[in-house]
């Protein structure tokens, strides 16, 4: 009788490879799609109107314009998280994803991974943006623009977008249904803010929980001291343990 054929032992799918397929996901739905144009075209709007208004040296250098395009995209990045994870039982397709990743913990972590890198790629296009943005407004309005940039400013920026980002896929784990996530993410923390300042025995917790209060030495560039740890105060209630609760949900859930 021939020997039997000496087979390697199987093994699971790369995570490169779940990372690589929910970054095609993100992209390869009508959704999805639409929202990376909606995103490109409302920040393109913004900063085209930062180019005529005002007079001509009047807030037109580099680091305004990419101050500019924070705007649209921390308010429309992170329902890209939410997406990322809703979809999969909005559009069905969680009982092809877990059959093929029965590990849904892996499929969960490759979904924000894939979401963080999408996310900072469209973060970084509007750093091109911004550059283009400040050579036309010197070509056409005569401006004299500062090019220079605090690196301090890009990193806060990136960590402020992978806070949203990553808050958005926790909502998103959580409620599993993409209006509803989307609803929460933008209701639950202005509600927080409107309490803090309404009540007067939250107004200290409202500081450490408030999450604008906390991004905002990041944009700013000026974060020190007690202000980062009110920022990883907000990170571990706002991201953190809803990931957490999230990835629980995610690994429990019935797929009809």
């Known amino acids: 009788m021939p020997s039997r054929l000496n087979l390697p032992e199987p093994t699971g799918i790369p995570f490169t490879r779940l990372v690589a397929v929910e970054l ?26 930062v180019i005529f208004a005002g007079n001509a040296n009047d807030s037109k250098n580099f680091e305004d314009f ?3 395009t924070v705007i649209p995209q921390s308010l429309l990045l992170p ?21 093929l990743e029965p590990h849904r913990a892996r499929s969960g972590w490759s979904k924000l991974v894939a979401t963080l890198l999408l996310g900072l790629a469209v973060v970084a296009l509007a750093f091109v943006l911004a550059a283009l943005a400040t050579g036309l407004c010197q070509v056409i309005r005569g401006s ?21 980002l990553s808050q958005g896929v926790a909502f998103g784990m959580i409620l599993q249904n993409t209006p509803a996530a989307i609803v929460t993410y933008f209701v639950l923390p202005t509600l927080w803010t409107v309490l803090g300042d309404s009540i007067s025995w939250l107004k200290d917790a409202a500081k450490w929980l408030d999450t604008s209060q906390a991004l905002q030495p990041l ?10 740890a009110k920022l990883a105060v907000a990170a571990a209630v706002w991201v953190l343990l809803p990931l957490l609760a999230g990835m629980w949900r995610l690994r429990r859930s019935e797929v009809k």
Do not use: C
């Open 144 to 164: 004299d623009p500062v090019w220079g940039i605090n690196v301090k400013t890009i990193g806060g920026i990136l960590l402020a977008q992978a806070f949203g």
């Open 66 to 68: 990419v101050q500019a």
């Open 79 to 99: 329902i890209l998280g939410i997406m990322a994870v809703t979809s999969e039982w909005s559009q069905r397709t969680g009982l092809v994803t877990f059959t």
């Open 24 to 49: 095609r996901k993100l992209v390869d739905t009508r959704a999805g799609r639409w929202l990376l144009i909606g995103i490109a075209a409302i920040t393109a709007l913004v900063v085209g109107i």
């Open 219 to 228: 944009y700013d560039a000026n974060i020190h001291g007690a202000q980062w």
